[in-house]
C-alpha cells in the first residue's frame, strides 16, 4: 500500500492538474483492477522498496534536516517512477466488455468490503448483498484476484489493523473494540493466524 498526500508530490511540479494525467488514480477509471505482467510487476515491487528503506531512513535521520531535505526529494521522486509504471500496466487493465463479472461483482464487493470490512467479515453479508451463493462469490473473486473471498477481507483486516499498530498508539484492545472483535484475545488469535505473530509483536519489529 502506497499512500501519500497530493501536496507531496504537486508542491513539486508547477502543473497542478499533474495527477490527473494519470489513469489509475482517476475515479471514473474503466476498473479499479489491473493486470500487471511479471517484469514490470518486479521492477514496481523494487521501487516500493526503495521507498520503504528511505522513510525508514528518514525515521533513523530526524535530527539531520538537510538530509532530511533530500530524503523528501528522492521519496518524490521514487513516488513519480512507481505512479509512471503504473501508467503502463493501462494496457493490462482488466476489460469489462470481456468479463461482466468484473463489472457486476468483483468492484461491488470490493467496495462493500472497504464500507463494511470493520463490522462483517463473513462471506455470506457479502454475497447477500450482490445476490450470488458465498460458493459462486469465492469462485469469481478467486478468478479474478487470485484468493478467495475470506481470503480478500482478512487482507483488508489484518492491512487494517497494522495501520493501527504502524501509525496510532491504539492497544489491542481499543483496536479490536474499533474493528469489532469480540474480546482483545480474539483479534491476538486472528492476527496470529494471519501473519504468525502477536499484534504487539509486530508493533516491535516495526520501524514506527
Known sequence: MLVFEEEFLLSFFNDRSFLQKFPCLQRNRRSPFYR??????????QVMEQIKTEIHGDEANLRKTSLLE???HILRAMLYETLALLKR????????????????YIEPFTVSVEKHFTSQRNIGFYADLLCITPNYLNKIVKQQLGM?????INHRTVQEIK?????TSLS???????LHFLSPSYLVRYFRTQTGMTPMEYRK???F
Open 172 to 178: 489491542a484492545a481499543e483496536i479490536a473494540g474499533q
Open 163 to 167: 495501520n493501527l499498530l504502524d501509525y
Open 70 to 72: 533530500i530524503d523528501r
Open 148 to 152: 478467495s473471498a475470506k481470503g480478500y
Open 36 to 45: 500487471i505482467d511479471d517484469d514490470l510487476y518486479s521492477r514496481i515491487c
Open 89 to 104: 500496466s493501462d494496457a493490462y487493465t482488466v476489460s469489462e466488455e470481456g468479463d461482466t463479472s468484473v463489472k457486476r
Open 205 to 207: 519489529g516495526t520501524f
